[in-house]
């Protein structure tokens, strides 16, 4: 490693680096798993994407999802890992607030902050 | 098709598609809805979901390494990705009111674009060391040392950055091609900071919109598993292979295939086919 001149924001590269690794490797686990379920219950189904008719309501917000879930569902399982893989960036952004702050980047934080309210405006505020 | 026929199938472009563009450096990202369009007949509007939950994947994955060694600017990415986020948001929503027809043809040229800019440092070209570094500026791993640089421009990046989200949310897409030409061109940024912090971006970019794709019914999950899954395995041994590989003409093929589907997309769109 190159002898960085901020030993602090090098720290929080590293950390920021193994956050990420941590959000893709959890979601592609539970996102394979999912799958398994899913060609062995769904396998012989005819699939159909030609036409759009958009995804049961179920799976399109966080807490019909985390139903499904319980309810041992196939796609609500890969629906699962698709919220995991959106939360690993948003989670980024997140601890790049708190590491800019110990830094004492005062500005930095406050543009994580204002790019966290924008992706939860994206998450939460339906258009 | 049955649904496990369709998956391996699938499974296999997407990784075809992942290992060939990490490999090449292109981004395997935006073929998969020519892809899934013009080889699976799926709907655009399931396509882009489903290459936008790969988007994520690949770019959070590859982010992960370059931070870790040093070559993405923290700061610059988080900065650039207010403006990237934004134009997000409202490509999201501005997709749900244009045809699927428009966007195959803004997909088209997208396509066409990225085959021609130059997103991979040309053979024997050398890094110009900046001088000292501003608030955007920073350090890189050289091979003697760190090498300092400084951004300028910064309104134009953020300007080029603002376009390069709004494509991204509209078309399931990573844009690095676009964000490597703002940070490259624009802020005069050294070309391996350029691309590692692209990628760095990529992830917030298209976060911003997938939860606005998820609640509209786009993310189909039996269309997201295996393409994701593809495009990550197929990224994954693309970057193992990537020392000492002699990608050149690889390079150009895949050029010539994303400039064929860039031409075929086009031409669907305003055939009305899409």
């Known amino acids: 490693m190159p002898g960085g001149q901020k030993p602090s924001g090098q720290k929080m590269e590293e950390q920021m680096g193994l956050l990420l690794r941590t959000g893709v490797v959890l979601a592609c686990a539970i996102m394979l798993a999912g799958a398994v379920l899913y060609l062995v219950r769904h396998g012989g189904e005819q699939e159909s ?30 629906q699962l890992s698709v919220l995991v893989l959106i939360a690993t960036p948003v989670m ?22 204002t790019v966290l309210a924008l992706l939860s405006y994206g998450l939460f505020v339906r258009g | 098709m049955n649904i496990a026929v369709f998956c391996g199938a699938v499974f296999g472009g ?93 997909l088209g040229a997208v396509l066409l674009f990225s085959a021609v800019v130059r997103v991979h440092k040309e053979q024997g070209e050398e890094e110009k060391p900046g001088g000292g570094h501003g608030l955007l500026g920073g350090t ?60 760095f971006m990529i992830g917030v970019t298209a976060a911003a919109s997938a939860g606005i794709y998820l609640h509209r019914g786009y993310i189909a999950p039996g269309l997201a598993m295996p393409v994701t899954l593809g495009v990550v395995a197929g990224s994954f041994a693309g970057a193992r292979l990537l020392a000492g590989a002699k990608v050149q003409t690889l390079r150009t093929l895949f050029r010539l295939v994303i400039v064929a589907l860039g031409v075929e997309m086009i031409y669907s769109g305003w055939k009305g086919q899409v």
């Open chain 1, 92 to 113: 980024r952004v997140v601890f790049a607030i708190f590491g800019f702050a110990r830094q004492k980047q005062w500005i930095f934080s406050l543009v994580s902050v």
């Open chain 1, 49 to 78: 994407y030609s036409t759009f008719r958009g995804e049961p309501a179920a799976l399109e917000s966080i807490k019909g999802i985390l139903g499904e879930v319980r309810a041992g569902d196939a796609r609500g399982i890969i």
């Open chain 2, 14 to 106: 997407s990784l075809a598609a992942g290992f060939i563009g990490s490999l090449t450096g292109l981004g395997g990202g935006v073929v998969i809805v020519p892809l899934l369009t013009v080889g699976f007949g799926v709907n655009m509007r399931y396509a882009i979901g489903a290459s936008l939950v790969s988007v994520i994947a690949t770019s959070s994955g590859a982010a992960a390494a370059y931070v870790r060694e040093g070559f993405s600017n923290v700061r610059v990415g988080m900065t650039l990705e207010m403006a990237t986020s934004a134009g997000a948001i409202a490509g999201a929503a501005l997709a749900a009111r244009v045809p699927t027809s428009a966007l195959a043809i803004l």
């Open chain 2, 140 to 199: 890189y791993p050289g091979p003697h040392g760190p090498i300092a640089y400084e951004s300028k421009r910064a309104p134009l990046g953020f300007g080029i950055m603002g376009i390069a989200g709004l494509l991204s949310g509209m078309l399931g897409i990573g844009s690095g091609a676009i964000k490597v030409l703002g940070m490259d061109l624009a802020m005069g940024l050294p070309f391996k900071v350029s691309t590692t912090t692209s990628n």
